[in-house]
């Protein structure tokens, strides 16, 4: 349900500029489109029900999700395929939720190992052995995909062992979708090609790997923004989640434009003191997040040069260039965050701006879900 609003809200409040997530949106798609691929947003960048629509509206197959309650979220507000694109170590209230979710819409969920497969089977109660949890009966399963680690070294098997694990999947009753993969190693300033290069290698040795296992057509799913550009023979699907807003991160990486950020904080300068520009967002606004390679902890949309050098709980410090007149105190500022999915969980709503004024808001309604 969106909000119109009945006066401003105070700073710091997170606004979408409709016009520039649209353009986003329509942009990916196309170029999934072109390529004859699946497109399957993450919607862990937004949480939110209404950017979902719009990216579903526009020829989304489905999102990608980071917890299962991200999934119940947009499952109920009407998506009918979701993946869960992490392994899970399943718990027995966990696993009932699963399998009731999986009566209502296409699930998939990510494994990387033999004993995952089979501690999930043995939940659903598909498996020998003594169930952890009372056996759904008949049992209602997620399909699998396995994660192979493309380099990025967080999680994911070794390309050459996914056809094991998806043997342990068709031999505990499940369907294995494919395999899939997140080059997180491509948030750098260079390498993203060569990033996309070693996932597209690796995903095609898992690819045999299933093959081999008996899997005939896997189906083949990777992406990430910095990548996405790069992500296209051999994949059936991409996955890119943060292209939808934009953030600092991308904006230096050169992914994206100050044209293309649809996600700002809007804040007020409150103190120029030692002649910095001192805001009243601080890291409970925008995120702690500020990767090696990252010239601040964020920046401003109307002040390009301008670096967010300082950040605390409530206030930050930007430094502007020598010479350049500050903002008067009381002005509002647009920050750009550095990391826009850290941005979304902090706040319970989103202010929808079209030419320049604030018309709804959107709930961030899977904030906070972890689990």
């Known amino acids: 349900m969106s909000t119109l609003p009945t006066s401003r809200p105070s700073t710091p409040f997170a606004v979408v500029d409709r016009d520039r997530l649209q353009a986003n949106i329509d942009r990916v798609a196309r170029l999934a489109a072109d390529r004859g691929q699946a497109l399957r947003p993450h919607a862990k960048t937004h949480k939110c029900p209404q950017i979902a629509a719009l990216q579903l509206e526009a020829g989304a197959s489905g999102l990608t ?10 499952a109920d507000a009407g998506c009918t395929d979701l993946l869960i694109a992490y392994p899970v170590w399943w718990d027995a209230d966990r696993a009932g939720r699963v399998a009731q979710l999986a009566a209502r819409v296409r699930l998939a969920v990510g494994v990387d190992s033999v004993e995952a497969v089979q501690h999930l089977a043995s939940l659903l109660g598909t498996a020998p052995g003594r169930p952890l949890a009372a056996p759904i009966s008949p049992p209602t399963l997620p399909e699998l995909v396995v994660e192979v680690d493309c380099g990025h070294h967080r999680s994911g098997c070794a390309p050459q062992d996914a056809g094991a694990v998806a043997r342990a999947g068709v031999e505990a009753g499940f369907v294995v979708r494919g395999v899939f993969a997140f080059p997180g190693h491509s948030y750098t300033p260079t390498g993203r090609e060569e990033v996309a290069e070693q996932e597209a290698r690796d995903l095609a040795v898992a690819a045999d790997s299933l093959r081999g296992a008996g899997i005939l057509e896997p189906w083949v799913s990777g992406g990430s923004t910095p990548t996405v550009e790069h992500e296209g023979h051999g994949f059936d699907e991409v996955r890119p989640g943060v292209y939808v807003m934009g953030d600092a991160q991308q904006w230096e990486l050169g992914t994206c434009s100050p044209a293309d950020i649809a996600l700002t ?38 002040h390009p040069e301008a670096r967010i050098e300082l950040l605390s709980e409530h206030h930050a410090v930007a430094v502007m260039s020598e010479g350049t007149e500050l903002p008067p105190l009381g002005t509002e500022v647009r920050v750009v965050p550095n990391h826009a999915c850290n941005a979304v969980n902090l706040t319970d709503e989103l202010w929808v701006e079209v030419d320049g004024r604030l018309v709804e808001s959107w709930p961030v309604a899977a904030r906070g879900l972890n689990a």
């Open 265 to 302: 904080v809007h804040a007020t300068v409150v103190s120029h003191a030692g002649g910095r520009l001192v805001l009243d967002a601080g890291s409970k606004a925008l995120g702690a997040d500020r990767a090696g390679w990252a010239t601040g902890f964020g920046r401003l949309l109307d």
């Open 65 to 74: 999700v980071a917890t299962l309650g991200e999934a119940e979220v947009f």
